[in-house]
């Protein structure tokens, strides 16, 4: 997702061209590590394997109101247009505008990597911290 902005209520917009329903694969990057220690700690078993780093699949939706759940401030989710994304990206070239939205329209259809894959690999090894977690720990606040 793109850097969320405040309206002049001080409502926060987690504004991407992605439709309301589109699953997200959001990852704490403290998570990393105790995964890395997990598979240099098992070689054997783990070397190789596929270990998704992601706690939970929340819809673009989702994130303003868990964002407003955690932190009281009043957010939306706002899908962009193609014309309000590329007014938004205007600054980047063409080429780079093309690369973005259509990046997030691959995320909206297939996911990360795909349908099919099984992204409870990595809660299998140890804790990860959900956006709810990831908001309490850090207090992040939207700006």
């Not at 704490?28 to 098992?42: A, H, K, Q, S």
């Not at 596929?50 to 009281?72: A, L």
Request: glycine content about 6%; aromatic content about 12%.
């Amino acid at each position: 997702l793109s850097k969320p902005h405040k309206l002049p209520d001080g409502t926060i917009v987690f504004a991407s061209p992605l439709d309301q329903k589109a699953t997200l694969h959001l990852v704490d990057i403290e998570d990393t590590g105790p995964i890395v220690r997990e598979i240099l700690e098992n070689p054997e078993k783990l070397v190789g394997q596929d270990i998704c780093i992601c706690s939970e699949e929340i819809r673009f939706e989702d994130v303003s109101k868990v964002f407003t759940k955690v932190t009281g401030i009043p957010s939306i989710s706002k899908t962009l247009t193609e014309e309000e994304f590329r007014g938004a990206t205007s600054f980047l070239p063409k080429s780079a505008q093309d690369d973005l939205f259509y990046m997030y329209k691959w995320f909206e259809q297939y996911g990360y990597y795909g349908k099919e894959k099984d992204w409870t690999t990595g809660k299998q090894l140890t804790h990860l911290n959900t956006f709810e977690d990831w908001l309490k720990k850090t207090g992040w606040k939207g700006e």
